[in-house]
């Protein structure tokens, strides 16, 4: 059956207001691509996105899945950072029946696009199963809604072995999902990854949490949160966070003031930026530097919020050499301007990774459960003591990232000097 707009039964219109584009709920173009507009394409035709938002998450060390009240809890209690245009949410260890397959979690606009995403995803993979994403009716939460959907998708190798410049099955699926999102009108994907997802939406954090219900349908062992406060962009679906590609997944408080040299650097590496904002950007930084080009986790993020040169010239002359040939391989993946950002991956091992700008002009505090088998992370400290007993609670230095790793627990700790203990060497 087709359906031109997903409402929920008691759904009411729409407090729509009309844009550059049109009125919001209708159908516009945005960059050569159709679709409902605040749904899957922005509305008003905006060009980036200033934000003062929550961050919040967690990873069991231990690897116990867990549902998503807890993630829900933090950030539902940082209330003042967000203004109910926009949340979301990222599971990990959420298939692991399925674990082996991507998991393509999509934002439609109707029964026809989901259509047209099907006949597409069946000429470049196998579709294991597909199947509609549970959502519920939440009062105050107004239309128009997207159908949710999600494929479970495998790559055959002759697929990625006859296609050019094609390195990889990962290669291939981001070349799909940037296809999806330029591409087929009324379609835009949320997440990409294997044993994970992301939920999100236009609305506040609880909203989305209900709408979803991440409290009592889904377990992981690992979520990310956020909750948007948009100073001078409107609240849209895919506007929302977190922001994926592949198993990474971003949350982010601040702005990217270096966006358009990220944006035209990650576009040089075939990335599409649809969304027109920061934190798309640095989503596709983490994937390119650590996936494609093999960077630790901490050299990544040394990358992107490096030393001042100051500082360099207070290191030895290895730890120079290497400092410098970070700023000037990287450093059109320097991040200049206030932010801090939440990361979630599967790659190699699972991770969570917070990291701040070099003057933290936005806030990030890292903690540990007392029975060491919980790393959190959020913009306050007051989402830590609500969901648990802390025992070690510390905010890290400015630009040195916190990583928990699953089963290994507090890899580095972003209070320790960046090259501390570390066997260096330059490789030409």
């Given amino acids: 059956m087709r359906r031109d707009i997903i409402k929920h039964p008691d759904s009411r219109p729409s407090t729509s207001f009309w844009g550059r584009l049109g009125r919001v709920g209708t159908i516009g173009e945005s960059r050569g691509k159709k679709g409902r507009i605040g ?22 060390i231990n690897g116990k899945r867990e549902n998503g009240s807890r993630a829900v809890d933090m950030i539902t209690t940082m209330t003042d950072r967000e203004n109910g245009l926009g949340a979301g949410f990222a599971c990990y260890g959420l298939f692991p029946d399925m674990a082996d397959f991507y998991c393509i979690q999509l934002l439609l606009d109707d029964e026809v696009a989901k259509e047209k995403v099907e006949e597409y995803l069946k000429k470049v993979g196998n579709i294991v199963k597909d199947e509609e994403v549970f959502t519920t009716p939440v009062k105050g939460m107004h239309g128009p809604y997207p159908l949710i959907w999600r494929f479970f998708m495998e790559i055959p190798p002759s697929l990625v072995q006859g296609s050019p410049h094609i390195e990889s099955e990962d290669d291939y699926m981001v070349d799909v999902i940037m296809h999806i999102n330029v591409r087929i009108n009324g379609a835009f994907c ?12 236009n609305g506040w954090s609880f909203e989305i949490a209900e709408f979803y219900d991440l409290r009592e349908r ?5 979520w990310l949160a956020h909750s948007r406060f948009p100073t001078n962009t409107p609240g849209w679906w895919g506007g929302a966070h977190p922001f994926n590609i592949l198993d990474w997944s971003l949350c982010h408080n601040g702005e990217i003031t270096s966006y358009g040299t990220n944006k035209r650097y990650v576009e040089m590496w075939g990335y599409k930026c649809t969304l027109l904002t920061d934190s798309e950007v ?20 040394m990358a992107m919020a490096p030393r001042y040169f100051e500082d360099i010239s207070l290191l030895t002359e290895d730890q120079k050499k290497v400092a410098k040939a970070l700023r000037m391989t990287y450093g059109r ?3 200049n301007g206030p932010f801090s950002i939440l990361v979630g991956t599967n790659r190699p091992n699972p991770s969570m990774i917070a990291l701040t700008d070099r003057k933290k002009l936005r806030p990030m505090i890292a903690g540990i459960s007392d029975d060491g088998n919980t790393a959190f992370a959020a913009s306050e400290e007051c989402a830590l003591n609500r969901v648990g007993d802390m025992g070690e609670v510390w905010a890290p230095i400015t630009g040195n990232p916190v990583i928990a790793q699953l089963y290994k627990g507090i890899v580095w700790k972003g209070t320790e000097k960046q090259f501390e203990g570390k066997n260096l060497r330059m490789e030409v």
């Avoid at 949320?190 to 939406?201: D, E, L, P, T």
């Avoid at 889904?218 to 690992?222: D, F, H, L, Q």
């Avoid at 080009?293 to 050299?299: F, R």
């Fill in 190 to 201: 949320m997440s990409s990854g294997r044993n994970m997802a992301v939920f999100k939406g």
């Fill in 218 to 222: 889904y377990e992981g062992y690992m």
């Fill in 39 to 60: 749904v899957t394409i922005p509305p008003n035709g905006f060009i980036k996105d200033i934000e003062a938002c929550g961050i919040a998450g967690l990873i069991n």
């Fill in 282 to 301: 640095v989503t596709y930084i983490w994937d390119l530097l650590c996936r494609k080009h093999g960077l630790p986790k901490l050299i990544a993020s």
């Fill in 333 to 335: 993946a320097m991040i």
